[in-house]
């Protein structure tokens, strides 16, 4: 049963989640654009689908690394079935670099929680982030994440709190710089013609409305439940499961400011779901409706690949 062999992490086990990214992100990079095939092509595909897998290796790290779930791959199964449900996402390689970076940001907070190399941690967090606002500049709200992490573990330097606002300068300085040089113009964060196009008319197309609705409903059950487990947990802990609400929140937030929506921006939802859904299906109750969920979880998948509506 799959619930039974995800519950464990062996190479096995991401072997198999990788063959089926590679699956879907094959079907829909190349079967789906046999038109406009070529070596370069095939090339950026290819180097696109290397950084999906490393975004996969760095979400399981995260979890691993600081104990938000216990030792198994059911967070990298929830990724790869969400991913798989969202075909835009899987064609999307600025996206998933800029997930990768924020990523990177993740784990620079969550491991403020040691107490060890505070400054170069926050830091190195805002610099990911800055970096990642250049390819989609509404990450730059995950520096909110920052400094919900500076409060939760180290909020009596007064000194931390300004170093995410020395990062953003540091990155504004190199890529203007950058403009300047090349391009011979000033860089400018955020155009103000991105804010004319935030509507919601795309998700009326049945493709991305039917994949959503069931990721939304999957969200809410998970985190009904990631609320009942907070309260039981210890004061040591909570924070990190904190950290995860509040990343929730921003991936929202980041979602409704995306100028141009097309089903991938529910990535920025995807990745902490993922952790939260993990943190449901290593519950030793419910057996049978979680084998059932996932199973058809994973069917839906196809279902949406080969069915346009």
Not at 52 to 73: A, G, S
Not at 160 to 166: E, V
Not at 298 to 307: A, V
Request: with cysteine; net charge positive.
């Amino acid at each position: 049963m799959l619930t039974s062999f995800f519950k464990k992490s062996k190479p096995i086990n991401f072997l198999l989640v990788a063959v089926f990214m590679s699956f879907f992100y094959v079907y829909t990079n190349f079967l789906g654009n046999v038109k406009n095939f070529s070596w370069s092509f095939a090339v950026q595909k290819i180097v696109v689908l290397l950084l999906f897998f490393m975004l996969m290796f760095l979400l399981n790290f995260i979890v691993k690394r600081n104990q938000v779930t216990q030792k198994n791959t059911f967070t990298i199964a929830l990724f790869a079935v969400f991913t798989a449900m969202f075909t835009p996402l899987l064609e999307n390689g600025k996206l998933l670099l800029s997930a990768f970076l924020v990523m990177l940001a993740l784990r620079r907070i969550v491991s403020l929680r040691s107490g060890k190399a505070i400054k170069s941690k926050i830091f190195d967090a805002a610099l990911w982030i800055s970096l990642a606002a250049i390819i989609t500049p509404p990450t730059f709200l995950f520096l909110g994440l920052v400094y919900f992490g500076i409060a939760l573990f180290c909020p009596t330097n007064g000194r931390n709190w300004f170093l995410p606002l020395l990062s953003v300068i540091t990155i504004f300085i190199l890529k203007t710089s950058w403009d300047l040089f090349f391009f011979d113009q000033f860089y400018i964060p955020w155009q103000s013609s991105a804010l004319e196009n935030l509507g919601f008319e795309v998700y009326n197309d049945l493709n991305i409305l039917l994949p959503l609705s069931v990721f939304l409903a999957f969200t809410i059950w998970v985190i009904f439940h990631y609320f009942k487990k907070l309260q039981a947990l210890g004061r040591k802990q909570k924070p990190t499961y904190y950290l995860i609400l509040a990343s929730v929140l921003t991936g929202i937030f980041c979602i409704l400011l995306t100028p141009e929506k097309n089903g991938a921006e529910i990535l920025w939802l995807i990745l902490p779901v993922s952790i939260i859904g993990a943190n449901y299906f290593q519950k030793k109750s419910e057996k049978w409706f979680k084998e059932s969920l996932l199973l058809s979880l994973t069917i839906l998948c196809f279902i949406f690949l080969f069915i346009n509506f």
